[in-house]
């Protein structure tokens, strides 16, 4: 920082005002409600937790088809973070409560999507809870091996399109169906529920929870995915 000329009274004590502000400003957080996070940028943040579960399966299955050895347990931890912070936090509690009557009540092309989302949300469910069951142990018997990276692979498929649309689709029609004053209040309540469903910033937890998840299956690295010289 640039020195203060303190014989000019006057500046100095701008100066040190201004750098107070800043201070102030740069010590707001999730945790104070400093952010001015929307319930909109909030749901699709909370999508890149759980589209870097999807890079997560479709990395395994390449691996097991591979028959390179990995921590299974790690993908069972991916289909429970999945179904904890996606499953019964992010759809249940906040897309098929609020968000999607809302959007089926306002009509047009968001709400003719409502249903097959929905329906994707079961399918999903049952997926989580069958990687959960074959990779508990920490290992996949050899008879379910392709099974298993087939589930990571479809789910993977089934959730890109899926949060993609509800990103650019209904959460926009939702946004447009509301109110700026009934926006503010849902932003209150999503994260009210939040807060209440695991004790703290949820996806603070969910960003921490994927990346050691990702860690453990060797894929953490991001210049892994650097897609290859062209020719």
Not at 123 to 132: M, P, Q, T, V
Not at 194 to 217: C, H, P, S, T, Y
């Amino acid at each position: 920082m640039a020195a203060i000329d303190f014989t000019d009274r006057r500046t100095a004590l701008l100066a040190l005002a201004g750098a107070g502000a800043l201070a102030t400003l740069a010590g707001c957080g999730h945790e104070e409600g400093g952010e001015d996070v929307s319930a909109t940028e909030d749901m699709m943040r909370e999508h890149g937790v759980l589209r870097r579960i999807l890079v997560a399966y479709r990395e395994t299955a390449t691996m097991l088809r591979a028959g390179t050895r990995l921590d299974a347990r790690a993908i069972a931890d991916a289909a429970d973070l999945f179904r904890q912070f996606g499953e019964e936090y992010h759809e249940r509690r906040l897309e098929e409560e609020h968000v999607f009557p809302a959007v089926k009540k306002a009509g047009g092309a968001a709400a003719a999507l409502i249903d097959t989302l929905v329906a994707q949300h079961r399918r999903g469910r049952e997926i989580n809870l069958f990687l959960i069951d074959r990779c508990r142990t920490g290992s996949i018997a050899s008879a379910s091996t392709e099974a298993v990276a087939r589930a990571m692979e479809s789910f993977a498929r089934m959730y890109e399109i899926h949060a993609a649309l509800e990103d650019t689709v209904v959460f926009q029609a939702w946004k447009k169906a509301l109110s700026k004053h009934d926006l503010d209040e849902a932003s209150e309540q999503f994260e009210a529920i939040e807060r209440k469903q695991f004790k703290g910033d949820g996806f603070d937890m969910g960003v921490d929870r994927v990346a050691a998840i990702e860690r453990r299956l060797g894929i953490a690295d991001l210049a892994r995915f650097t897609a290859p010289a062209v020719g």
